[in-house]
């Protein structure tokens, strides 16, 4: 056998240590997503000397594609993962107790990546969307609504699927992480990867129409981030988060109509 390389087997020991991959996917992942919204919203709205420059390009190449698809990835990693704090400390616990499961720190990993995953190919769908809405002039180079219209546009859609049933069932089961992992658990990592996967379209089905409202207060717009972020930690977490849904879709109506008669 050939010698082993510490440094790789303290790194390897690191990423399979519960503890390390907690911090790592409830901490330093949320904050350096959050670091780079912070960095780009103030570039965008400022000297616009970096990437925002190139978002900005009215040239759809490969280059600007995928940096707006990594500007989605990265804004909904940073919106959404700490509303699926509880599940994945849940997890952690109950992949722990369970004598028949091994290296804990690699579930949870998977579990996060199958989660991750989910919002990464809503990235996909909104970059696709802001195209289209970017190519008819709905939406600015600065990526805000072209006309009052369109946010109540979009403001009405979001309102409407704040009441539908569909979104009350996806949100009582974001509401609901202990009866989901009761339902849902699946053994090893791969079982692991299937359950984040499985929690992310309950998430993505509770709130995609929310993250697009950030078409109707501008994409990089960080009043807005924050105020969706609160707005998706109050709805899961809050006491009264399952009522908030319907008062806040009634607002949403409401403000859209509005906006259309003023």
């Given at each position: 056998?050939?010698?082993?390389?510490?440094?790789?087997?303290?790194?390897?020991?690191?990423?399979?240590?519960?503890?390390?991959v907690l911090a790592a996917v409830l901490i330093v992942i949320p904050a350096a997503c959050w670091t780079w919204i912070v960095v780009m919203a103030r570039d965008m709205y400022g000297p616009m000397t970096g990437a925002s420059a190139w978002m900005m390009s009215l040239d759809w190449d490969a280059r600007r594609v995928a940096?707006?698809?990594?500007?989605?990835?990265?804004?909904?990693?940073?919106?959404?993962?700490?509303?699926?704090?509880?599940i994945i400390l849940l997890y952690a616990r109950a992949a722990r107790a369970r004598e028949d499961e091994r290296r804990?720190?690699?579930?949870?990993?998977?579990?996060?990546?199958?989660?991750?995953?989910?919002?990464?190919?809503?990235?996909?769908?909104?970059?696709?969307?802001?195209?289209?809405?970017?190519?008819?002039?709905?939406?600015?180079?600065?990526?805000?609504?072209?006309?009052?219209a369109a946010g109540a546009v979009v403001l009405l859609l979001a309102g409407l699927y704040q009441l539908t049933p569909l979104k009350r069932v996806c949100l009582a089961s974001c509401r609901a992480p202990i009866a989901f992992l009761t339902q849902k658990w699946r053994p090893g990592v791969p079982g692991a990867l299937r359950m984040g996967i499985a929690h992310g379209v309950y998430c993505l089905g509770c709130c995609w129409a929310m993250m697009l409202l950030l078409f109707a207060g501008g994409v990089m717009n960080?009043?807005?981030?924050?105020?969706?972020?609160?707005?998706?930690?109050?709805?899961?977490?809050?006491?009264?988060?399952?009522?908030?849904?319907?008062?806040?879709?009634?607002?949403l109506i409401g403000f859209s109509v509005w906006m259309m008669l003023r």
């Open positions: 056998m050939g010698a082993v390389n510490p440094r790789a087997f303290r790194l390897e020991t690191a990423l399979e240590h519960e503890r390390v940096l707006l698809w990594a500007m989605w990835a990265v804004m909904m990693a940073g919106m959404m993962l700490p509303s699926a704090t509880p804990p720190g690699l579930r949870i990993h998977a579990l996060v990546g199958g989660y991750l995953l989910v919002w990464g190919v809503f990235s996909v769908a909104a970059t696709w969307l802001q195209r289209i809405l970017a190519t008819r002039l709905l939406l600015t180079p600065m990526m805000e609504p072209a006309a009052p960080l009043a807005v981030i924050v105020a969706l972020t609160a707005w998706v930690l109050v709805e899961k977490l809050a006491p009264f988060g399952q009522q908030s849904a319907r008062v806040s879709g009634a607002l």
